[in-house]
């Protein structure tokens, strides 16, 4: 009996030996990160409300700020901004919506004005709607309502 019990714990040793050694710890290489590597949050805030409702505003000690709030917990409004590594400063502005996410800022590209034969197809699809189900008159309208704002 000694000698299988010799045996079994043999085999256990040399499974429990061959096994993986658990990855080591990761260890943030000295200078790592760049130089927001030890930003600490300066300042925070948050409200949840249980009808949905919500705000919350941060900022670190690196610049970064944000503020988001929403009325419903599905439709939402914020900012934030932060400070590019060339000194930059970039802010966003945003409302996020049935319409998605529709962000503002100076240095965002503008979508183009919108050419005048297409405005005017819209409205003749405005004046004799298809009447299928995919079809979505308000869709058009908030279409129609942006493209016109590209026009000034």
């Excluded at 249980?50 to 000690?61: D, I, K, L, P």
């Excluded at 197809?121 to 995919?134: F, G, H, K, M, V």
Aim: with cysteine.
């Amino acid at each position: 009996m000694c000698q299988k019990s010799f045996v079994v714990l043999s085999c256990l040793l040399a499974v429990a030996c061959a096994a993986p050694a658990p990855p080591a710890p990761a260890k943030r290489a000295a200078g790592g990160g760049g130089a927001d590597a030890d930003a600490t949050v300066v300042a925070q805030d948050q409200i949840i409300n249980e009808g949905g409702s919500y705000a919350y505003n941060f900022e670190t000690s690196n610049g970064i700020k944000a503020r988001q709030a929403s009325d419903n917990g599905v439709n939402a409004n914020g900012e934030f901004s932060f400070l590019a590594p060339d000194g930059t400063q970039y802010s966003i502005v945003y409302v996020a919506d049935e319409n998605g996410f529709q962000p503002q800022g100076a240095h965002l590209p503008v979508e183009p004005p919108a050419p005048d034969h297409v405005i005017k197809q819209l409205e003749d699809i405005r004046a004799n709607p298809p009447n299928t189900p995919e079809f979505s008159l308000a869709a058009l309208d908030a279409t129609l309502a942006r493209l016109r704002a590209t026009q000034g």
